[in-house]
C-alpha cells in the first residue's frame, strides 16, 4: 500500500534506528512515501559520519519492504489482512480469555532494547497495571545485563559509559575488551583512531583479530570463556610489580584486601595456560595501562554474554580501581551497549525485575512512588518476573498467551531452536512490528507498527545521553504506533485512562515516575533535548531558587554530584551546560523557578553511587565456561556480528546494498582447522552442539584462533548460529552464554 499521507516538506534532524550511537542524521522526504538520509554534521558523537546501515535506513520505510495492514491467522492456518478493530479485539479476548483461565501470570510480554523511552515505560506499565503479570522481560537482557549487575555492584549505579565518548581519544591507554566498534559501530572508530593520534595506545582483547584489532598496539587473542582469568592475571601483575594506586584505594575504595587476595592465585604462568595469551604479553598490557597519567577499560559482548559475564566485567573493574582509573578525568570503566536504546530501554519498567528511573521492583518506597504516578495500590504491582530466556523456556506452560514487541527470538534468542518450539506452542501469540519478521510469521495476530522516522520520541545513547528522534513523515494508510497499540488494548481490557498515544504526554509522565530514581530524567523535557543535542542523566528537577531543602525528587544528592554544594559540579568539564533563562524544569516549593541541572556528562568525579561514596572491589576467581570442549565437541563456537547487518537482521536483510555486502551466514576458521577437516574457502561446513547443527560456507582466515569457529548470528535457517549456542546464565545478570560452547565441525557432502 503506498503511503498517500501528507508529509512535511522540509528536512528534519534527528537519528539513526540501528545502534547506541544513536548517530545524528538528517532526513528529508521523497517520492514514494520515504526519506532521503543525509549527514548531520552539529551532533557531535558522529559529526556528520554514516555506516552503510545508517546510510540505507530508508530502504525499510519502502511500503514493499514493510508491513501495512493488521495480519490474523485464518481457519486454514494463513495469516490474512484484517482491519485494525478486529486485529485488537482478538488480541485483547484471547489475551482475558488466557488470564480467567490461568491467572495473570500466564500471560507474558517480550520487549526490546529499540524501542524508545516512551514504548518501553508504556510498556511496563501495560504489563503490570493492564495485564497485572509479573512476566515481561526483553532482549536487552541479551546485550549488556552482565555489565550492568557488575557496574551496579561496584559503583552502586549502571550507565554504560561514565563518561562521553569525546574522552577517548584524550585518555593514555584503552584497553577494549570483546568489542569490534569498526564493524558493529563504524562512526566510533574514529575515536580510538585520533586516541593513537595523539599519542595513547589500544590494547584490543578478542579471540578473532578483527578489522578493530588490526588497529590496536597490542592485541591479545585468549581462549572464548577466558577474559576473567585475563584480567584477573593483569591485576596480579599490577600488584606483583607495585603498581596499585595505594592512597586512591585507601580513600575511595572497599573490600581491596579480599579482592586482591583473590587475584594473586592467577599468576602469570597459569593465567597463560588458561587464556593462550603468552606472559611476555600480559606483562606488555599491564605497561601500556599502568604507564599514562589516564587510562580506560571498554568492554562489549565479549566478556559480557557469558555465564560468568557479570564476575568477568567485575575483574576489569577491580583492574581499573586497583590502579586509580575510576572516577578519575579521563578515566574509568565503561560498557559500549549494543542496541539502539539498549540503555535506555532497561531503565524504564520493562525488565522483570525494575520500575521507571531504574528502581527495583522488590524496593517498598519505588513501589510506592511508581504507584502514585500510576494511581494504583502498590501491592497491586507484582513482583519480579522470569528473565529473558527463562520466560521464553515457559512458553506454552507456565506462560500461554505472548505479546511481543520490537523483538525477534526466533533468529536472536540461545538455542533457538527450542525457543522457537516453546513459541509455537503457545495458545496464543501477538507480534507488533515493522517487518515480518520469523518471530512474527508464527504468531495468531500481528501489528505493522510506524518506524523511527515516522514517529517522534526519545532514546538514550551509550553515553548516558538522552534523545529526541523526530517524525518527519507519515506512517502509510493502516499503520499505527506502538503506543496507540497498547492504548486500543489497555481500552479493550478495562482501563480506559493512562496509555496516551501523544509520546510527549508519555515522557511527561515518565519523568516524573522516574524523579528521585538512579535513573532521574525529571528534569529533561522535549524542548531541552531539541536545544541541546540530548541531555545526560542524571538530571533532576531543580528546587525553587528559595528552597533549601532537596529537589521534588525527594532525594539527596545524585550519583557522582558534589556534596558540598548539590549542584552537580561532579559533572566535571565539558557539561552540556543550558541557558539559566530557561523554564524548563518544574515548579517547585514556592513556584519560583531555578536554573535547569545542566544533566551530568560525567559521573563518580566527587563520590560514588554508593551508600558511602566508594567504589567496590568485588573478590572473582576464575571458573570454567559452562560447556568446555570434549573429544566429541573438541572446537570452542564463539559468535557475533558483521557490518553490513544488525541483531537479527529483520530489517537490514530487507536491504538490497546490505544484502550484496553480506548476503549470508558463514564459518570463519583456522587454516590448521581448515586442513584437518579437508576443507577449502566456501565449502558447505556443519557446526554441531549438544542444541542443534547449523550449515554455512567456510571463510579461512589466519585470523582466529586454530581451536575456535566463529560465526555471525543475523540469519535464520539452517544457518542460524543461535540454534546452536547454549543457554547457560550467569546467576546474577540471567545473561546466557553466548560467546562460547563445545562443538564439532564437519564437512558436508551432497
Not at 709 to 732: C, K, Q, S
Request: aromatic share 6%; proline share 8%.
Amino acid at each position: 500500500m503506498q503511503n498517500t499521507g501528507t508529509r512535511n516538506p522540509a528536512t528534519t534532524s534527528t537519528h539513526c534506528p540501528y545502534c547506541a550511537l544513536q548517530c545524528g542524521m538528517n532526513l528529508t522526504p521523497v517520492e514514494g512515501g520515504t526519506v532521503e538520509v543525509s549527514e548531520r554534521t552539529d551532533f557531535p558523537v558522529n559529526r556528520g559520519a554514516l555506516c552503510g546501515k545508517g546510510r540505507t535506513a530508508a530502504a525499510v520505510l519502502a511500503p514493499g519492504a514493510r508491513l501495512t495492514s493488521p495480519l490474523v491467522r485464518s481457519g486454514d492456518g494463513a495469516l490474512v489482512p484484517a482491519g485494525w478493530d478486529e486485529a485488537l479485539d482478538r488480541i485483547a479476548g484471547n489475551l482475558e480469555r488466557t488470564r480467567a483461565r490461568y491467572g495473570a501470570d500466564a500471560l507474558g510480554v517480550f520487549g526490546g532494547g529499540g524501542l524508545t523511552n516512551e514504548k518501553a515505560y508504556a510498556l511496563g506499565k501495560f504489563a503490570r497495571v493492564v495485564l497485572g503479570t509479573s512476566q515481561i522481560d526483553y532482549n536487552g537482557r541479551f546485550c549488556m545485563s552482565s555489565a550492568a549487575a557488575a557496574g551496579t555492584r561496584a559503583f552502586g549505579l549502571d550507565r554504560g559509559l561514565p563518561f562521553p565518548l569525546e574522552d577517548v581519544p584524550r585518555t593514555g591507554c584503552v584497553i577494549l575488551v570483546g568489542s569490534n566498534p569498526a564493524e558493529t559501530m563504524p562512526p566510533s572508530l574514529r575515536y580510538f583512531t585520533e586516541l593513537r593520534e595523539n599519542g595513547g595506545t589500544l590494547i584490543v582483547v578478542d579471540p578473532r583479530r578483527t578489522r578493530t584489532a588490526e588497529q590496536a598496539d597490542l592485541h591479545l587473542a585468549p581462549r572464548p570463556g577466558t577474559d576473567l582469568a585475563l584480567a584477573l592475571g593483569m591485576l596480579h601483575l599490577v600488584v606483583a610489580e607495585g603498581r596499585v594506586d595505594e592512597e586512591y584505594v585507601e580513600e575511595r575504595t572497599s573490600g581491596w584486601e579480599e579482592a586482591r587476595a583473590a587475584a594473586m592465585a592467577h599468576w602469570p604462568e597459569y593465567v597463560e595456560r588458561i587464556t593462550g595469551v603468552s606472559v611476555p604479553e600480559l606483562r606488555e598490557a599491564v605497561r601500556l595501562f599502568c604507564a599514562p597519567e589516564a587510562a580506560m577499560v571498554l568492554t562489549a559482548r565479549g566478556p559480557e554474554q557469558q555465564a560468568k559475564g557479570t564476575d568477568t566485567v567485575g575483574a576489569w573493574i577491580n583492574l581499573c580501581l586497583a590502579t586509580g582509573r575510576a572516577g578519575r578525568p579521563l578515566s574509568g570503566y565503561g560498557c559500549l551497549t549494543g542496541q539502539g536504546n539498549g540503555q535506555g530501554g532497561r531503565e524504564h519498567g520493562q525488565k522483570a525485575d525494575q520500575l521507571p528511573g531504574y528502581r527495583k521492583l522488590t524496593d517498598p518506597a519505588a513501589r510506592r512512588h511508581v504507584a502514585e504516578v500510576w494511581g494504583v495500590d502498590p501491592d497491586a504491582l507484582p513482583g519480579p518476573g522470569r528473565s529473558a530466556y527463562e520466560l521464553l523456556d515457559a512458553l506454552g506452560t507456565d506462560v500461554r498467551s505472548l505479546l511481543v514487541m520490537g523483538s525477534n527470538p526466533v533468529v536472536s534468542a540461545p538455542r533457538a531452536a527450542h525457543v522457537e518450539g516453546r513459541l509455537r506452542s503457545l495458545d496464543f501469540l501477538a507480534v507488533c512490528d515493522v517487518v515480518l519478521s520469523e518471530t512474527a510469521e508464527l504468531a495468531d495476530v500481528v501489528l505493522p507498527v510506524t518506524q523511527w522516522a515516522e514517529e517522534t520520541g526519545t532514546t538514550t545513547s551509550l553515553e548516558g545521553r538522552v534523545l529526541l528522534r523526530r517524525r518527519a513523515i507519515t506512517p502509510p494508510d493502516g499503520v499505527r504506533g506502538d503506543l496507540e497499540v497498547l492504548h486500543g488494548l489497555a481500552g479493550r481490557l478495562g482501563v480506559e485512562k493512562g496509555f496516551p498515544t501523544d509520546p510527549e504526554e508519555v515522557f511527561e509522565e515518565l519523568r516524573r515516575a522516574s524523579a528521585g530514581g538512579p535513573a532521574d530524567y525529571s528534569g529533561i523535557d522535549y524542548r531541552r533535548l531539541a536545544e541541546e543535542n540530548g541531555v545526560f542523566w542524571p538530571c533532576p528537577a531543580q528546587p525553587a531558587a528559595d528552597d533549601t531543602h532537596t529537589a521534588a525528587t525527594g532525594t539527596g544528592p545524585g550519583p557522582g554530584r558534589d556534596t558540598r554544594t548539590g549542584t552537580g559540579t561532579a559533572t566535571g568539564s565539558g557539561s552540556t551546560g543550558t541557558d539559566s533563562d530557561s523554564d524548563s524544569d518544574a515548579d517547585v516549593g514556592t513556584g519560583l523557578r531555578a536554573a535547569p541541572h545542566p544533566g551530568t556528562p560525567r559521573l563518580f568525579l566527587d563520590r560514588f553511587a554508593t551508600d558511602d561514596g566508594r567504589a567496590r572491589f568485588v573478590p572473582v576467581t576464575h571458573r570454567p565456561s559452562a560447556e568446555e570442549p570434549d573429544d566429541e565437541y573438541p572446537v570452542l563456537l564463539t559468535t557475533g556480528r558483521v557490518v553490513s547487518q544488525y541483531q537479527s537482521g529483520a530489517q537490514t536483510r530487507r536491504v538490497a546494498e546490505l544484502n550484496a555486502a553480506a548476503p549470508g551466514p558463514f564459518v570463519e576458521l583456522h587454516p590448521r582447522l581448515a586442513a584437518r577437516l579437508g576443507a577449502a574457502e566456501g565449502d558447505p561446513l556443519a557446526v554441531v552442539s549438544r542444541r542443534g547443527r547449523a550449515v554455512a560456507p567456510a571463510r579461512i582466515t589466519t585470523g582466529i584462533r586454530p581451536d575456535t569457529v566463529f560465526m555471525p548470528f543475523h540469519w535464520p535457517g539452517e544457518g542460524r548460529a543461535n540454534t546452536l549456542t547454549n543457554p547457560a546464565l550467569d546467576p546474577t545478570s540471567r545473561m546466557p552464554e553466548f560467546k562460547v560452547c563445545a562443538v564439532r565441525v564437519e564437512t558436508v557432502t551432497s
